[in-house]
């Protein structure tokens, strides 16, 4: 099954404990990225790849740090978690950056206490 | 890029059909429409998209007006499991790497039984 699968899909931890989210998808998709989503600011893009080894800054990247040496992963690590990071987490994929049809995984619920 | 504005909430009966409009009255020429749901907090979900011509797929319809202004989602028979946020997303056919789809406040649809 064609799928964009989240680890841990809910984590409550401590200001300071890095921790890292993973996302990994089945499809052989170039293009991933992850999006936070909050009361009243939607879905915001973190950061995106377009390609292995590739990586850029979406719209609120500070904080967070990503990295792409499969084409399979994507994962997201927070260096030093702060309570303003709690939030929603989906990463998502698609073949490449030039179609609008993402695949999302099932979210990952981060409190930072 | 264009914007898009829905209503914030809907209601449908069962089995009837859900006609879903979004107004996209500053849309280009080279902008394509996307549809998305998010039931509950799980990831978004692709439904269809479109340019101009109406398109048609397993989950819904897209009716495109003649001046590309506006445009409605229809759900034929939706059922419990179509209650939803469901966005409608205008993106450019040459979007840049970053394929950062801006999601808004969408339309809440709930289906009564």
């Known amino acids: 099954e064609a799928q964009v699968t989240q680890n841990p899909r809910y984590l409550i931890t401590v200001t300071g404990k890095k921790l890292t989210v993973t996302c990994s998808q089945n499809?052989?998709?170039?293009?991933m990225s992850w999006y936070r989503q909050d009361p009243g600011l939607g879905l915001r893009q973190i950061y995106y790849?377009?390609?292995?080894?590739?990586?850029d800054k979406g719209d609120v990247p500070e904080g967070y740090k990503v990295s792409r040496k499969e084409k399979r992963n994507f994962p997201l690590i927070l260096e030093s978690p702060s309570p303003n990071q709690t939030s929603l987490y989906f990463c998502?994929?698609?073949?490449?950056?030039?179609?609008?049809?993402?695949?999302f995984g099932e979210g990952s619920r981060l409190t930072v206490l | 890029d264009a914007k898009t504005t829905q209503p914030p909430s809907m209601d449908c009966a069962e089995g009837r059909a859900a006609n879903l409009p979004c107004n996209h009255s500053?849309?280009?020429?080279?902008?394509?429409v996307y549809w998305y749901r998010q039931i509950h907090s799980q990831g978004p979900q692709y439904i269809i998209h479109?340019?101009?011509n109406n398109e048609t797929n397993e989950m819904a319809s897209l009716i495109i007006t003649e001046d590309r202004k506006s445009s409605t989602l229809i759900l034929p028979h939706a059922t419990l499991r179509d209650t939803a946020v469901y966005y409608c997303?205008?993106?450019?056919?040459?979007?840049?790497?970053?394929?950062?789809?801006?999601f808004g406040t969408g339309t809440r649809l709930t289906i009564i039984p």
């Open positions: 998502a994929s698609s073949t490449t950056y030039r179609t609008g049809e993402l695949f």
């Open positions: 499809m052989n998709h170039e293009y």
């Open positions: 790849s377009m390609n292995v080894e590739v990586t």
């Open positions: 500053t849309i280009s020429g080279n902008e394509y």
């Open positions: 479109g340019l101009k």
């Open positions: 997303i205008v993106r450019p056919t040459d979007q840049t790497g970053a394929n950062n789809l801006f």
